[in-house]
């Protein structure tokens, strides 16, 4: 077994403290097929290829949808006239109102009730008037539906309470059945909630990439060097495929379940997947984030991919299932649209560093990155990675309705 510097495995072989717990009995349960934890989907999936007869996104604005917005258009690939964007991050610590509306109230338990999510998620689109609400969530909530132990500590991020550091904390994660099913239900409450809220604004569902939320299992916590992660990988890469196929489960359909609730896109981030080459990407990931959006993709809405850090595998992460690639701000757009596949539409890359510059600067900057991005067939406006909490709110509004003031030359 690889080990590090102080001769302590990075991924052991005998059980862990929170496996040490479980009887030989529920370790056997959940070893089934080879020691791989169920994630079978429940049933056949209803209406497959459709939406719901009364979702938004059936529906024309002028009937009270979504269905002819600009920004949807634009992650079709269809232009419009002026631009459409909306931010990573745009709901949160950036907004005195959420900071009110959270009061008392820790991260997942907000995340987890419907009332509170849905008024967190139309904060930003009522104050800024940006052209999408993205559906305030955590990567962890589907760890926390599916019932593992994890925490957002303020200050640290998410903590998981027994990290997987064994092949026997793998065999013992949980089936996705009805239970997990049944779980989901404050999450289609509380999109629901949200589309109604929204009106004729499209919500963009949200769910982490496998590859992050498996790191995050592993490495229980935030980490700089996902160390084990990668030291799993490689040295047990079947143990590492079937913790990611789980993921891949628990992601798909934490995404199918709010698009079938009423969001009209979705966005599969993989915030960590920067620290992997292409040869690890392709081996030994993009079939599990493909795992992943396979839950919607028979689903008319567009699906967004994007990765931190990640300028070395947007073709390897458009294959993986994306409609749509999100670019970070290390990389210009019109390079990014130059190493996609001839059409593809693009989201991005505003420098979150230019919320703290003069007005100058942000308007040059959003400027530029609306020339770096009009070789491609859509454009959606967003930051090249999400707002800081330090954002003052006001510039934020300011440089939303900048863009709004913008002309495009017909096509």
């Known amino acids: 077994m690889t080990q590090n510097s102080t001769s302590e495995p990075l991924f052991g072989d005998t059980p862990s403290e929170k496996t040490r717990h479980l009887s030989d009995t529920e370790i056997?349960?959940?070893?089934?097929?080879?020691?791989?934890?169920?994630?079978?989907?429940?049933?056949p999936r209803e209406g497959a290829g459709a939406l719901p007869a009364d979702h938004p996104a059936t529906r024309p604005t002028t009937d009270g949808g979504v269905a002819d917005s600009a920004l949807l258009g634009e992650l079709r690939g269809v232009r419009g006239l002026t631009p459409s964007v909306w931010f990573m991050r745009q709901a949160g610590r950036s907004l005195p109102e959420?900071?009110?509306?959270?009061?008392?109230?820790?991260?997942?338990?907000?995340?987890?009730?419907?009332?509170?999510?849905a008024?967190?998620?139309?904060?930003?689109?009522?104050?800024?008037?940006?052209?999408a609400g993205i559906f305030f969530s955590d990567i962890v909530v589907p760890v926390r539906l599916a019932g593992l132990g994890v925490e957002i500590r303020p200050g640290v991020g998410p903590v998981v309470e027994h990290p997987l550091r064994s092949e026997a904390d793998i065999a013992a994660l949980p089936q996705l059945g009805e239970d997990y099913e049944a779980a989901l239900a404050p999450i289609r409450e509380a999109v629901a909630l949200t589309v109604r809220e929204l009106g004729t604004t499209p919500l963009l569902g949200f769910a982490g990439a496998p590859f992050t939320v498996a790191s995050y299992l592993v490495e229980g916590g935030p980490s700089r060097d996902h160390l084990r992660t990668r030291s799993l990988m490689?040295?047990?890469?079947?143990?590492?495929?079937?913790?990611?196929?789980?993921?891949?489960?628990?992601?798909?359909?934490?995404?199918?379940?709010?698009v079938l609730a009423g969001a009209s896109g979705v966005q599969l981030f993989d915030s960590w997947v920067g620290?992997?080459?292409?040869?690890?990407?392709l081996g030994h990931v993009q079939q599990h984030s493909a795992a992943a959006f396979a839950h919607v993709a028979d689903l008319p809405v567009p699906r967004i991919?994007?990765?931190?850090?990640?300028?070395?595998?947007?073709?390897?992460?458009?294959?993986?299932?994306?409609?749509?690639?999100?670019?970070?701000?290390?990389?210009?757009?019109?390079?990014?649209?130059?190493?996609?596949?001839?059409?593809?539409?693009?989201?991005?890359?505003i420098d979150p560093a230019v919320l703290f510059s003069s007005e100058q600067v942000r308007q040059a900057e959003a400027l530029d990155v609306l020339a770096?991005?009009?070789?491609?067939?859509?454009?959606?406006?967003?930051?090249?990675?999400?707002?800081?909490p330090e954002t003052d709110p006001q510039v934020l509004t300011d440089l939303v309705a900048f863009l709004h003031e913008q002309r495009r030359e017909p096509r």
């Open 28 to 43: 056997a349960a959940g070893s089934a097929a080879g020691g791989a934890p169920s994630a079978a989907p429940v049933g």
């Open 305 to 349: 991919h994007f990765g931190v850090g990640a300028a070395h595998l947007l073709g390897p992460m458009h294959a993986a299932g994306a409609t749509v690639m999100g670019v970070d701000h290390r990389l210009r757009l019109d390079t990014a649209i130059a190493a996609l596949p001839e059409g593809t539409p693009v989201q991005g890359n």
């Open 234 to 258: 490689r040295t047990r890469p079947e143990l590492w495929a079937r913790l990611a196929a789980w993921v891949a489960e628990l992601s798909g359909r934490f995404l199918r379940a709010q």
């Open 119 to 131: 008024e967190i998620t139309v904060q930003p689109v009522r104050r800024h008037r940006v052209d």
């Open 98 to 117: 959420y900071r009110a509306a959270r009061e008392g109230t820790a991260m997942l338990d907000a995340c987890l009730t419907p009332e509170l999510a």
């Open 275 to 281: 620290s992997l080459s292409a040869a690890q990407y």
């Open 372 to 388: 770096a991005g009009a070789g491609a067939s859509g454009h959606v406006v967003n930051l090249g990675h999400g707002v800081p």
